[in-house]
């Protein structure tokens, strides 16, 4: 044991103290902050107001100004009580309008009537500042019944029941869901708990988003400082020597192994890490404890935005062991760097930009559960399961166990080619 441990401990140092680990890492963590704090700042607002009048906002001023008009909606339950409330503020609108030629998308256009013309202008202001405060919730209902003068008839029965009906029921459909699927995902709903409560939970939300990107920078990362471990064994013609040693053909594979996991664990956290705080850094840590129903409506799981968020975090760990041992495999097999960071790279971007149809229900599913692909945001609300001697899991579920029996045959087989390993 003491071996082992000697020779993973030589093992990890090797990796870290590479010069390509350092610089990848350093740029790793230069392009998460920049993209996560830089680029969202240095983004401008603009659009025009009811009066006509142009409105330019930077990214730190928006932020701030969308954060202050949720200060009053923070912890109100979207009720009847609430409802009331946004109808009068929206009782004036009457029209809402698109624009745009094919491809160029619409935005909707409140326009406020003014009675007998014998309003103030103070009044009018008054109005329009309590749609501003009310459009959270406004936007919430017309999300979830499709409809944008949903406002003037909704109530809270009617409210949730087009939750079920208009989004629920068609992403059923759409997933091609069997009935047991549907009877599983129902019984699910009974323990979200309705009515909800509204709570600003962007730098949350927006961490759900940013998964994917941070996903490709960890693949390229791995890759690029794990892919030479055994591959330069084979350039610089070491490793014949190196079988020929005491421990070459047994304990020395496992402590390269150990210690590339290691690696590829500590730098999932590293990023993980990197672009939480990020996110909160810009947005604040308000939310957390935010239903995920209130962001992702969609979603018939029983979590909070915090839980959602270190739930796929969980993930996003596991993923830095997977790429780790694939990268040590492909080390071992393909004897040489540039290709396996060729492979990693070109396969990252081919499932990353290449969707299975959904009609195609077992390959579309099976897709799903790869490394690059099961932290897409969409997978909270994927509600195709996996049965396993009766056993309904979920793709997070099967996706773990996936990964496990691909870890161990990928170690075994890796293991034994470096073994039989000649010139």
Same mark, same amino acid.
């Given at each position: 044991?003491?071996?082992?441990?000697?020779?993973? =401990?030589?093992?990890? !140092?090797?990796?870290?103290?590479?010069?390509?680990?350092?610089?990848? $890492?350093?740029?790793?963590?230069?392009?998460? %902050?920049?993209?996560?704090?830089? =680029?969202?700042?240095?983004?401008?607002?603009?659009?025009?107001?009811?009066? &006509?009048?142009? %409105?330019?906002?930077?990214?730190?001023?928006?932020?701030?100004?969308?954060?202050?008009?949720?200060?009053?909606?923070?912890?109100?339950?979207?009720?009847?009580?609430?409802?009331?409330?946004?109808?009068?503020?929206?009782?004036?609108?009457? !029209?809402?309008?698109?624009?745009? &030629?094919? =491809?160029? =998308?619409?935005?909707?256009?409140? +326009?406020?009537?003014?009675?007998? &013309?014998?309003?103030? %202008?103070?009044?009018?202001?008054?109005?329009?500042?309590?749609?501003?405060?009310?459009?959270?919730?406004?936007?919430?209902?017309?999300?979830?019944? #499709?409809?944008?003068?949903?406002?003037?008839?909704?109530?809270?029965?009617?409210?949730?029941?087009?939750?079920?009906?208009?989004?629920?029921?068609?992403?059923?459909?759409? *997933?091609?869901?069997?009935?047991?699927?549907?009877?599983?995902?129902?019984? /699910?709903?009974?323990?979200?708990?309705?009515?909800?409560?509204?709570?600003?939970?962007?730098?949350?939300?927006?961490? $759900?988003?940013?998964?994917?990107?941070?996903?490709?920078?960890?693949?390229?990362?791995?890759?690029?400082?794990?892919?030479?471990?055994?591959?330069?064994?084979?350039?610089? /013609?070491?490793?014949?020597?190196?079988?020929?040693? /005491?421990?070459?053909?047994?304990?020395?594979?496992?402590? !390269?192994?150990?210690?590339?996991?290691?690696? #590829? @664990?500590?730098?999932?956290?590293?990023?993980?890490? %990197?672009?939480?705080?990020? @996110?909160?850094?810009?947005?604040?840590?308000?939310?957390?404890? +935010?239903?995920?129903?209130?962001?992702?409506?969609?979603?018939?799981?029983?979590?909070?935005? #915090?839980?959602?968020?270190?739930?796929? &975090?969980?993930?996003?760990?596991?993923?830095?062991?997977?790429?780790?041992?694939?990268?040590?495999?492909?080390?071992?097999?393909?004897?040489?760097?540039? @290709?396996?960071?060729?492979?990693?790279?070109?396969?990252?971007?081919?499932?990353?930009?290449?969707?299975?149809?959904?009609?195609?229900?077992?390959?579309?599913?099976?897709?799903?559960?790869?490394?690059?692909?099961?932290?897409?945001?969409?997978? $909270?609300?994927?509600?195709?399961?996996?049965?396993?001697? #009766?056993?309904?899991?979920?793709?997070?579920?099967?996706?773990?166990?996936?990964?496990?029996?691909?870890?161990?045959? *990928?170690?075994?087989?890796?293991?034994?080619?470096?073994?039989? *390993?000649?010139?």
């Amino acid at each position: 044991m003491n071996n082992f441990r000697t020779l993973y =401990g030589y093992e990890l !140092k090797k990796i870290v103290k590479r010069r390509i680990a350092i610089n990848t $890492l350093a740029v790793l963590m230069l392009a998460a %902050i920049y993209i996560n704090i830089a =680029g969202r700042l240095n983004t401008s607002y603009s659009w025009t107001d009811n009066e &006509g009048n142009q %409105i330019t906002m930077n990214g730190f001023e928006w932020i701030a100004d969308q954060k202050e008009k949720t200060k009053e909606l923070n912890g109100q339950v979207i009720d009847d009580e609430l409802l009331d409330k946004v109808k009068e503020a929206y009782k004036n609108v009457y !029209k809402n309008e698109y624009y745009g &030629g094919e =491809g160029s =998308g619409y935005r909707s256009m409140t +326009v406020v009537e003014h009675g007998d &013309g014998e309003e103030s %202008i103070e009044e009018a202001e008054a109005a329009v500042r309590n749609q501003e405060l009310y459009n959270p919730i406004y936007a919430y209902i017309r999300s979830l019944t #499709g409809f944008y003068d949903a406002v003037h008839m909704i109530s809270e029965e009617t409210l949730y029941e087009s939750r079920q009906d208009n989004l629920l029921e068609q992403e059923w459909a759409h *997933l091609y869901l069997t009935e047991a699927e549907k009877s599983y995902w129902t019984e /699910r709903e009974n323990d979200v708990e309705e009515p909800f409560t509204y709570g600003y939970a962007k730098s949350w939300n927006d961490m $759900l988003e940013s998964f994917m990107f941070a996903n490709m920078m960890l693949v390229m990362a791995i890759a690029i400082c794990l892919s030479s471990v055994f591959a330069d064994e084979h350039l610089k /013609r070491t490793d014949q020597l190196i079988l020929c040693s /005491r421990y070459g053909k047994g304990r020395l594979f496992f402590a !390269k192994t150990a210690a590339s996991i290691t690696f #590829g @664990a500590a730098c999932s956290v590293f990023t993980f890490i %990197i672009f939480l705080l990020s @996110a909160i850094l810009v947005y604040g840590a308000e939310g957390s404890n +935010v239903v995920i129903q209130i962001c992702r409506p969609i979603c018939s799981r029983s979590l909070t935005m #915090g839980q959602a968020v270190f739930l796929m &975090g969980g993930i996003y760990i596991v993923l830095g062991i997977v790429y780790s041992i694939l990268t040590i495999f492909l080390s071992v097999a393909v004897k040489n760097a540039i @290709a396996v960071m060729g492979i990693m790279a070109g396969g990252m971007l081919f499932t990353m930009a290449y969707q299975v149809p959904y009609a195609h229900r077992v390959a579309s599913q099976l897709y799903s559960l790869l490394p690059t692909r099961i932290l897409n945001v969409e997978q $909270l609300w994927d509600g195709r399961l996996v049965t396993i001697f #009766g056993l309904r899991l979920t793709n997070y579920q099967a996706a773990i166990i996936l990964y496990v029996v691909a870890g161990v045959l *990928l170690t075994w087989k890796g293991n034994h080619i470096w073994q039989k *390993l000649k010139d």
